[in-house]
Protein backbone atom coordinates (compact mmCIF):
# COMPACT_ATOMS: atom_id res chain seq x y z
CA UNK A 1 0.00 0.00 0.00
CA UNK A 2 3.15 2.29 0.42
CA UNK A 3 4.57 1.70 -3.03
CA UNK A 4 4.27 3.77 -5.55
CA UNK A 5 3.32 0.64 -7.80
CA UNK A 6 -0.48 0.62 -5.83
CA UNK A 7 -0.72 4.18 -6.04
CA UNK A 8 1.99 6.26 -8.02
CA UNK A 9 0.40 9.93 -6.80
CA UNK A 10 2.41 11.76 -3.95
CA UNK A 11 0.28 11.57 -0.89
CA UNK A 12 -0.52 15.06 0.51
CA UNK A 13 -1.27 15.27 4.01
CA UNK A 14 -3.53 18.18 4.86
CA UNK A 15 -3.98 19.12 8.92
CA UNK A 16 -5.54 22.45 9.36
CA UNK A 17 -3.92 24.97 7.18
CA UNK A 18 -0.48 23.15 6.86
CA UNK A 19 0.13 21.12 3.60
CA UNK A 20 2.73 18.56 4.18
CA UNK A 21 3.51 16.96 1.00
CA UNK A 22 3.47 17.83 -3.01
CA UNK A 23 5.38 20.60 -3.79
CA UNK A 24 5.96 22.64 -1.28
CA UNK A 25 7.92 21.82 1.51
CA UNK A 26 7.58 22.31 5.51
CA UNK A 27 9.72 22.93 8.19
CA UNK A 28 8.48 21.48 11.71
CA UNK A 29 10.23 22.72 15.01
CA UNK A 30 9.92 23.17 18.63
CA UNK A 31 11.71 21.97 21.67
CA UNK A 32 12.68 18.42 22.14
CA UNK A 33 10.37 18.30 25.53
CA UNK A 34 7.33 20.45 26.54
CA UNK A 35 8.50 22.26 29.54
CA UNK A 36 6.44 25.08 30.25
CA UNK A 37 3.85 27.28 28.33
CA UNK A 38 6.34 30.68 28.33
CA UNK A 39 8.86 28.13 26.59
CA UNK A 40 6.53 27.24 24.41
CA UNK A 41 4.79 30.45 24.12
CA UNK A 42 8.44 31.49 22.71
CA UNK A 43 9.05 29.35 20.16
CA UNK A 44 5.29 29.59 19.04
CA UNK A 45 6.13 33.16 18.40
CA UNK A 46 9.74 32.69 16.38
CA UNK A 47 7.41 30.00 14.20
CA UNK A 48 4.68 32.80 13.68
CA UNK A 49 7.10 35.18 12.89
CA UNK A 50 8.99 32.98 10.19
CA UNK A 51 5.42 32.36 9.07
CA UNK A 52 5.58 28.85 9.57
CA UNK A 53 2.67 26.39 11.00
CA UNK A 54 4.10 23.18 12.49
CA UNK A 55 4.83 23.08 16.04
CA UNK A 56 7.02 19.97 17.45
CA UNK A 57 6.92 19.32 21.53
CA UNK A 58 7.38 16.03 23.62
CA UNK A 59 4.91 15.41 26.39
CA UNK A 60 5.45 11.46 26.45
CA UNK A 61 9.69 11.03 25.73
CA UNK A 62 11.26 8.09 25.57
CA UNK A 63 14.25 8.30 26.95
CA UNK A 64 17.32 6.03 27.38
CA UNK A 65 17.83 6.60 30.86
CA UNK A 66 14.71 6.10 33.55
CA UNK A 67 16.60 8.92 35.46
CA UNK A 68 15.96 11.30 33.07
CA UNK A 69 13.07 14.21 32.40
CA UNK A 70 10.72 11.95 31.21
CA UNK A 71 7.84 14.55 30.03
CA UNK A 72 5.29 16.18 31.44
CA UNK A 73 2.90 13.84 30.26
CA UNK A 74 -0.79 15.19 29.63
CA UNK A 75 0.00 18.58 31.15
CA UNK A 76 2.45 18.95 28.15
CA UNK A 77 -0.23 18.07 25.85
CA UNK A 78 -2.54 20.48 27.37
CA UNK A 79 -0.08 23.39 26.56
CA UNK A 80 0.32 22.63 23.19
CA UNK A 81 -3.08 22.83 23.03
CA UNK A 82 -3.16 26.19 24.37
CA UNK A 83 -0.47 27.94 22.76
CA UNK A 84 -1.57 26.31 19.66
CA UNK A 85 -5.22 27.66 19.37
CA UNK A 86 -3.94 31.28 20.69
CA UNK A 87 -1.63 31.26 17.86
CA UNK A 88 -3.21 29.19 15.25
CA UNK A 89 -0.50 26.74 15.10
CA UNK A 90 -0.56 22.89 13.99
CA UNK A 91 0.92 20.49 16.36
CA UNK A 92 2.90 16.96 16.78
CA UNK A 93 4.05 14.97 19.63
CA UNK A 94 5.64 11.80 20.12
CA UNK A 95 3.30 8.60 22.06
CA UNK A 96 4.93 5.39 22.95
CA UNK A 97 2.09 2.90 23.75
CA UNK A 98 -1.57 2.39 22.67
CA UNK A 99 -2.97 3.52 25.58
CA UNK A 100 -1.44 7.43 25.15
CA UNK A 101 -3.17 7.66 21.53
CA UNK A 102 -6.84 8.77 22.91
CA UNK A 103 -5.00 11.68 25.59
CA UNK A 104 -3.16 12.70 22.60
CA UNK A 105 -5.62 13.32 20.11
CA UNK A 106 -7.45 14.97 22.06
CA UNK A 107 -5.07 17.97 22.40
CA UNK A 108 -2.37 17.46 19.22
CA UNK A 109 -2.84 17.41 15.50
CA UNK A 110 -0.35 15.31 14.17
CA UNK A 111 1.44 11.81 16.35
CA UNK A 112 4.76 10.94 16.16
CA UNK A 113 5.59 7.69 16.29
CA UNK A 114 9.55 7.52 17.46
CA UNK A 115 13.09 5.58 15.74
CA UNK A 116 12.59 3.60 19.26
CA UNK A 117 8.97 2.73 18.95
CA UNK A 118 9.37 1.91 14.65
CA UNK A 119 8.87 -1.85 15.21
CA UNK A 120 6.21 -1.58 18.28
CA UNK A 121 3.86 -3.58 15.95
CA UNK A 122 0.86 -3.48 18.50
CA UNK A 123 1.49 0.77 18.36
CA UNK A 124 1.44 0.65 14.89
CA UNK A 125 -1.80 -1.39 14.62
CA UNK A 126 -3.50 0.81 17.24
CA UNK A 127 -2.69 4.30 15.06
CA UNK A 128 -3.44 2.28 11.75
CA UNK A 129 -6.81 2.41 13.42
CA UNK A 130 -7.35 6.06 13.97
CA UNK A 131 -7.98 8.26 11.02
CA UNK A 132 -5.26 10.75 12.68
CA UNK A 133 -2.06 12.18 10.85
CA UNK A 134 0.90 10.19 11.64
CA UNK A 135 4.67 10.67 11.65
CA UNK A 136 6.78 7.59 11.80
CA UNK A 137 10.16 7.95 12.47
CA UNK A 138 13.33 5.47 11.17
CA UNK A 139 13.97 3.29 13.68
CA UNK A 140 17.97 3.62 15.08
CA UNK A 141 19.37 0.32 13.16
CA UNK A 142 16.20 -0.15 10.51
CA UNK A 143 16.94 -0.76 6.63
CA UNK A 144 14.48 1.31 4.57
CA UNK A 145 12.79 -1.98 3.86
CA UNK A 146 11.76 -2.57 7.76
CA UNK A 147 11.21 1.37 7.31
CA UNK A 148 8.52 1.05 4.58
CA UNK A 149 7.33 -2.30 6.01
CA UNK A 150 6.37 -0.34 9.64
CA UNK A 151 4.64 2.21 7.25
CA UNK A 152 2.49 -0.41 5.14
CA UNK A 153 1.07 -1.29 8.76
CA UNK A 154 -0.50 1.87 9.36
CA UNK A 155 -1.77 1.70 5.77
CA UNK A 156 -2.97 -1.56 5.90
CA UNK A 157 -5.26 -0.97 9.30
CA UNK A 158 -6.61 1.79 7.99
CA UNK A 159 -4.38 5.18 8.13
CA UNK A 160 -3.40 6.58 4.79
CA UNK A 161 -2.54 9.81 6.41
CA UNK A 162 1.36 9.14 6.75
CA UNK A 163 4.57 10.78 6.53
CA UNK A 164 8.39 9.18 6.96
CA UNK A 165 11.03 10.89 8.77
CA UNK A 166 14.59 9.99 8.32
CA UNK A 167 16.57 11.08 12.21
CA UNK A 168 19.73 9.04 11.14
CA UNK A 169 21.12 5.70 12.32
CA UNK A 170 23.75 3.90 14.00
CA UNK A 171 26.80 3.74 12.21
CA UNK A 172 30.74 3.30 13.49
CA UNK A 173 30.61 6.98 13.28
CA UNK A 174 31.34 9.12 16.21
CA UNK A 175 31.86 12.55 15.06
CA UNK A 176 27.59 13.09 14.76
CA UNK A 177 25.24 11.20 16.75
CA UNK A 178 24.09 9.44 14.11
CA UNK A 179 24.57 9.03 10.58
CA UNK A 180 22.10 10.78 8.42
CA UNK A 181 21.68 8.85 5.90
CA UNK A 182 20.59 11.29 3.02
CA UNK A 183 20.74 8.31 0.50
CA UNK A 184 17.06 7.36 1.96
CA UNK A 185 15.09 10.32 0.86
CA UNK A 186 15.36 9.39 -2.88
CA UNK A 187 14.95 5.97 -2.56
CA UNK A 188 12.37 6.53 -0.01
CA UNK A 189 10.63 9.16 -2.83
CA UNK A 190 11.25 6.75 -5.58
CA UNK A 191 9.46 3.37 -3.28
CA UNK A 192 6.73 5.21 -1.73
CA UNK A 193 4.06 7.87 -2.40
CA UNK A 194 4.62 9.17 1.08
CA UNK A 195 6.25 12.34 2.31
CA UNK A 196 9.14 12.23 3.61
CA UNK A 197 11.17 15.24 5.91
CA UNK A 198 14.37 14.77 7.35
CA UNK A 199 14.94 15.77 10.77
CA UNK A 200 18.84 16.87 11.17
CA UNK A 201 18.66 17.88 14.64
CA UNK A 202 18.44 14.02 15.95
CA UNK A 203 20.59 12.76 13.02
CA UNK A 204 23.32 14.84 13.39
CA UNK A 205 23.28 15.81 17.13
CA UNK A 206 25.11 18.99 16.72
CA UNK A 207 24.13 22.80 15.93
CA UNK A 208 27.16 23.68 13.69
CA UNK A 209 25.76 21.44 10.33
CA UNK A 210 21.98 21.87 10.28
CA UNK A 211 21.99 24.16 7.20
CA UNK A 212 24.09 22.05 4.93
CA UNK A 213 21.97 19.23 6.09
CA UNK A 214 18.55 20.46 5.69
CA UNK A 215 20.12 21.72 2.47
CA UNK A 216 21.30 18.74 1.56
CA UNK A 217 17.91 16.97 2.25
CA UNK A 218 16.00 19.38 0.25
CA UNK A 219 18.33 18.80 -2.41
CA UNK A 220 17.64 15.27 -2.38
CA UNK A 221 13.85 15.79 -2.57
CA UNK A 222 12.66 15.80 1.13
CA UNK A 223 9.07 17.39 1.43
CA UNK A 224 10.04 18.70 4.75
CA UNK A 225 12.89 19.41 7.47
CA UNK A 226 12.41 19.11 11.43
CA UNK A 227 14.87 21.09 13.64
CA UNK A 228 14.95 21.09 17.61
CA UNK A 229 14.66 25.17 19.12
CA UNK A 230 14.67 25.82 22.70
CA UNK A 231 14.75 29.58 24.09
CA UNK A 232 17.44 28.24 26.88
CA UNK A 233 19.10 25.25 25.22
CA UNK A 234 21.53 24.89 28.21
CA UNK A 235 18.83 24.58 30.71
CA UNK A 236 16.70 22.24 28.85
CA UNK A 237 15.78 19.46 29.95
CA UNK A 238 16.51 16.91 27.10
CA UNK A 239 18.86 17.14 24.18
CA UNK A 240 20.09 20.78 25.26
CA UNK A 241 23.23 20.17 23.03
CA UNK A 242 21.27 20.05 19.74
CA UNK A 243 18.80 22.55 20.43
CA UNK A 244 19.06 26.21 18.35
CA UNK A 245 18.55 29.28 20.56
CA UNK A 246 15.91 31.59 19.07
CA UNK A 247 18.23 33.44 17.26
CA UNK A 248 20.55 30.68 16.06
CA UNK A 249 16.87 29.30 14.69
CA UNK A 250 16.25 32.79 12.73
CA UNK A 251 19.49 32.27 10.52
CA UNK A 252 18.74 28.62 10.22
CA UNK A 253 15.08 29.34 8.63
CA UNK A 254 17.18 32.66 6.77
CA UNK A 255 19.35 30.05 5.38
CA UNK A 256 17.03 27.50 4.34
CA UNK A 257 14.74 30.46 2.43
CA UNK A 258 18.26 32.16 0.74
CA UNK A 259 19.07 28.37 -0.40
CA UNK A 260 16.40 28.44 -2.98
CA UNK A 261 15.87 25.13 -2.16
CA UNK A 262 12.50 25.95 -0.14
CA UNK A 263 8.82 26.74 -1.76
C1 LIG B 1 12.12 13.22 19.16
O1 LIG B 1 11.78 13.58 18.03
O2 LIG B 1 11.95 13.92 20.16
C2 LIG B 1 12.79 11.93 19.34
C3 LIG B 1 12.86 11.34 20.52
O3 LIG B 1 13.35 11.47 18.20
P1 LIG B 1 13.78 9.97 17.78
O4 LIG B 1 12.59 9.11 18.06
O5 LIG B 1 14.09 10.14 16.34
O6 LIG B 1 14.97 9.63 18.61
MN1 LIG C 1 15.07 15.42 21.04
Known sequence: LVSRDHKNEDTIIKVKQAVIGGDS???IA??????????????????KKAGLTV????AFKPRT?????????????????DVADEMGLVTISEIMSPDQIDVASKYIDILQIGARNMQNFELLKAVGQTKKPVLLK???????EEFMLAAEYLLHHGNDQVMLIERGIRT???ATRNTLDISAVPILKQE????????????????DILLPCAK????AGADGIMVEVHPDPKNALSDGKQQLTMDEFQAFWEGVRESGLYQ
Open 216 to 219: AALA
Open 172 to 174: FET
Open 25 to 27: QTL
Open 55 to 58: LRGG
Open 138 to 144: RGLSATL
Open 192 to 207: THLPVLVDVSHSTGRK
Open 65 to 81: SPYSFQGLGEDGLKIMK
Open 30 to 47: GPCSVESKEQLETVGSAL
